[in-house]
């Protein structure tokens, strides 16, 4: 503004403080050093980090050209069990990795139908816990592929730069996240629940394989299934107000996988269901959300697609599942090979009687 | 983009190089309009649109006003200014509960009216920049400033990307004669540039969110009533992380401007320290509460008009300010709170507040506890979503029934209560300093200490990039 009525510029006092920025610079990078050993000693290796805008750079590829082959999804199950590698191997072609942990897939699968840049075969794994009452940990990166903004974008390039190096540069290394895990006296009558511990190592392409800690390290192991199982209680004993949201929810689910289902076999995708193997915990809780006949017996009666449960088939069974629910990456290997197989024959019968409605 | 980002990172990098590079002011001051445009456009690239038109209309307005004699045709020119900031203002935050408001009205009379959906997306920092520029078109009306010559350097008054989104809302006597001369920071301005963005990083990334806003989060998210200790804390929570993350912001803007030779004003100054309402206003976000006083509180007739009328005026001044925060009625009763505390302050202070027994340390700690005591009663319908919430809240705070449920982990226990006892300590030490002189006044190996433990902690703390508080204002 000008004209002599202006205030006197503000000019802001600025103390001197010499070498300060130096010395701190060094501090902070002795201490970056001192945490990235730490982190280490515990068995962390840089990989990269299954943010939200890994997936939406995965689920972006399909409006590049990647929409007619295979494209996985489901929860941490598909996730950490089907290599990609693998599969590439047999098939030729590398599939698409859009499974999200603690995530029902559903809401994946609407957009897929709803997308005519995607032809392929959609593979879906079925947690039936997690599929069956919408359940949506990562609903963020469901939210972010839509409406991803530049800044989030570029700012995931700029990540990615660093992932492949830093072992700390992961979610279950941050600062809060450790503070929030230490061992401290319960409050009376405050239900805590212990936040999933890292399971798991990234590639770039979302490529994920269980943590081999889980395998030589007892206690971790250990831990993780206690936090699988922690807080569980029978449907039956929840208040009978949560009982009827979850058989809403249960409903609902199966109305819109079905829908989506019928909307993808419409425009000549395939859509393939998978239950993959679990125990422990699991083979009480998930059977006991979601029982067999009401659930997955019904969404394929419903929809007419391919279901592979691996109660059905030897080739889906006789893994190591650490932690009751997901293989170690050497399994992972055998499994996707095995499977690979199994889907094709399965694919061939089903379509020899008829295939998609 | 956000300051919390590594698109920031890489964004301020390149302007720093580029403002330091041999280009003219001209072309140095171009490169700052076209950063502040892409640092605007990051978040959704149309919104630059209704920037560049409050810009135009503003410089338009200001400069035919200044050549204009005619009061009637003054005041209109005026009203196009208003009409446009406070339009669009209107449209993108308050249509949506204009709607609402109309469509319950109609209710109470028996008419049924369903309104149509509202899905307008709020552009950030829309409360921000729209009040800094009628701040131009109003000092060019009320003749307390000429309009800036230079077009340029008008519209990097407007767009200045370290206080666009969020502030201090800059008055253009503060900033535009900025843009005369050539800038380049200092090195000594460089150094504190980058000590007060840590700072403000610190506040925001770790205080923040990583301490604080879980607590907030769960207390305030309850459905149910809650044990009085929960709420408590709930709130205190939410009183530091509100602080951390608005003063974290305007710290951190603050330093990026003076990493590139500009001196923004302070927008916060310790205000858990204030003694009194009006003490507190002189603390918090001063750029809002001066530009309250001086474009609505005094034009109203401030305190000229007789007792009454100055208790209006204040009423009505911090109801509508309340109502800026955010398009609910929840935040006009935080206004309206805020309103009534500072007219019971006038009044007790006329009658009581003589002698010298208030100016003594003791009676003043009380006062200020009592003061934060009673800001954390209006911060629950400030964060509240809703009336039955805040309702809630309030009854368990104040009537300690020990019969609601507990839901913060003792590790939040620890955390509220820490950061909290802290954060009042620091305030009431700084109540009457200044960062710069303690920063100068502190051992060298402190401060560097202090400093890179500071941004280690802003580091391994891994932000998620989440948002300011303030954005959605």
């Known amino acids: 503004m000008s004209g002599s009525k202006a205030e006197p510029v503000f000019e802001r006092p600025v103390p001197v403080l010499g070498r300060s920025a130096m010395v701190a610079l060094i501090v902070t990078a002795i201490l970056m050093v001192a945490w990235e050993s730490w982190v280490r000693s515990e068995g962390v290796t840089p990989a990269y980090r299954n943010s939200d805008g890994q997936w939406t750079e995965q689920r972006r590829r399909i409006n590049n050209g990647a929409g007619d082959g295979w494209v996985f999804t489901g929860s941490s199950r598909a996730l950490f069990n089907m290599q990609l590698s693998i599969w590439e191997r047999l ?182 269901f998978v239950q993959m193997p679990y125990e422990g915990h699991y083979a009480v809780s998930e059977i006991d959300i979601a029982p067999r006949d009401l659930t997955w017996d019904v969404l394929l009666e419903q929809t007419g697609a391919l279901g592979l449960h691996f109660q059905d088939h030897e080739e889906m069974q006789g893994y190591y599942l650490p932690e009751w629910s997901h293989m170690t990456a050497e399994d992972a290997d055998r499994f996707t090979e095995a499977f690979y197989g199994l889907v094709q024959r399965e694919l061939a019968a089903h379509e020899a009687v008829g295939g998609n409605p | 983009m956000l300051f919390n980002s590594l698109t920031f990172v890489v964004f301020f990098i390149i302007v720093l190089l580029l403002h330091n590079a041999p280009f003219s002011w001209r072309i140095k001051k171009t490169n700052l309009l076209i950063g502040s445009y892409i640092f605007y456009a990051a978040w959704n690239p149309p919104f630059v649109i209704l920037l560049w038109l409050s810009t135009v209309v503003d410089w338009f307005v200001a400069n035919k006003l200044y050549l204009e004699t005619r009061q009637a045709r003054r005041r209109m020119l005026l009203f196009v200014s208003i009409l446009v900031n406070l339009g669009m203002l209107s449209y993108f935050k308050y249509g949506g509960f204009i709607l609402e408001n109309f469509q319950a009205l109609m209710a109470s009379i028996g008419i049924d009216y369903r309104a149509p959906d509202w899905n307008i997306v709020l552009q950030v920092g829309i409360s921000f920049y729209t009040f800094q520029t009628m701040a131009y078109s109003l000092d060019v009306y009320l003749k307390r400033a000429a309009p800036a010559k230079s077009f340029l350097d008008f519209a990097l008054f407007v767009t200045f990307f370290p206080q666009l989104v969020a502030g201090p809302i800059v008055r253009p006597t503060q900033l535009i004669p900025q843009f005369k001369l050539p800038k380049v920071a200092t090195r000594q301005q460089l150094t504190w540039g980058f000590a007060l963005i840590t700072l403000g990083l610190f506040n925001k990334i770790v205080i923040a969110d990583g301490l604080l806003s879980q607590a907030a989060e769960k207390v305030f998210g309850a459905s149910e009533m809650l044990h009085p200790l929960d709420a408590w804390l709930g709130t205190l929570a939410f009183a530091g992380q509100i602080f951390c993350d608005f003063a974290g912001y305007s710290t951190t803007a603050i330093g990026v401007a003076l990493c590139l030779g500009f001196s923004l004003p302070d927008n916060f100054r310790f205000p858990y320290a204030a003694v009194g309402f009006s003490d507190f206003w002189r603390r918090w976000h001063i750029s809002l509460s001066s530009w309250l006083r001086d474009y609505l509180y005094i034009p109203l007739g401030g305190n000229r008009k007789g007792n009454l009328r100055t208790y209006a005026n204040l009423m009505t001044t911090m109801m509508l300010g309340g109502l800026w925060h955010g398009a609910s009625w929840t935040f006009v009763v935080w206004g309206a709170l805020h309103g009534g505390f500072l007219a019971l302050e006038r009044w007790l202070a006329k009658h009581f507040g003589g002698g010298t027994f208030w100016k003594r340390w003791g009676p003043r700690f009380v006062l200020a506890l009592i003061t934060y005591f009673l800001v954390n009663i209006t911060w629950v319908f400030f964060r509240a979503q809703d009336f039955a919430t805040a309702w809630r809240m309030i009854d368990t705070m104040l009537t300690f029934n020990m019969d609601g449920k507990k839901v913060l982990p003792m590790i939040d226990v620890l955390l509220v209560t820490g950061v909290t006892v802290v954060m009042l300590a620091i305030h009431w030490f700084m109540r009457n300093r200044y960062l710069h002189d303690v920063a100068a006044a502190t051992p060298r190996w402190l401060l560097a200490g202090a400093w890179g433990l500071m941004l280690w902690l802003i580091i391994i703390s891994q932000g998620q990039s989440s948002a300011f508080i303030y954005f959605q204002f």
Not at chain 1, 179 to 195: F, H
Not at chain 1, 206 to 216: A, F, H, I, P, Q
Not at chain 1, 258 to 266: C, D, E, P, V, Y
Request: charged share 30%; proline share 7%; net charge neutral.
């Open chain 1, 91 to 272: 098939d030729n072609r590398r599939p698409l990795q859009l499974a999200l942990e603690g995530t029902a897939p559903v809401k994946v699968m609407e957009s897929l139908a709803d997308d005519d840049n995607f032809t392929g075969k959609l593979l879906v794994g079925v947690a039936p816990g997690l599929f069956f009452s919408g359940y949506e940990y990562r609903r963020s990166a469901l939210d972010r592929y839509p409406q991803e903004s530049p800044t989030q974008w570029f700012g995931h390039k700029v990540s990615v730069l660093f992932e492949p190096y830093l072992a700390f540069y992961n979610y279950d290394f941050a600062f809060p996240t450790i503070l929030r895990r230490q061992p401290l006296p319960a409050r009376d009558g405050v239900v805590v629940d212990l936040d999933v511990r890292k399971l798991s190592n990234m590639e770039r392409d979302r490529n994920t394989r269980l943590w081999d800690k889980l395998v030589y390290d007892e206690e971790y192991r250990e831990l993780a299934k206690k936090i699988w199982a922690q807080n569980w209680t029978p449907l039956a004993e929840l208040p009978p107000p949560v009982q009827e949201k979850l058989l809403e929810s249960r409903q609902k689910q199966l109305d819109r996988a079905t829908a989506a289902t019928r909307k993808l076999q419409a425009k000549g995708a395939e859509v393939i």
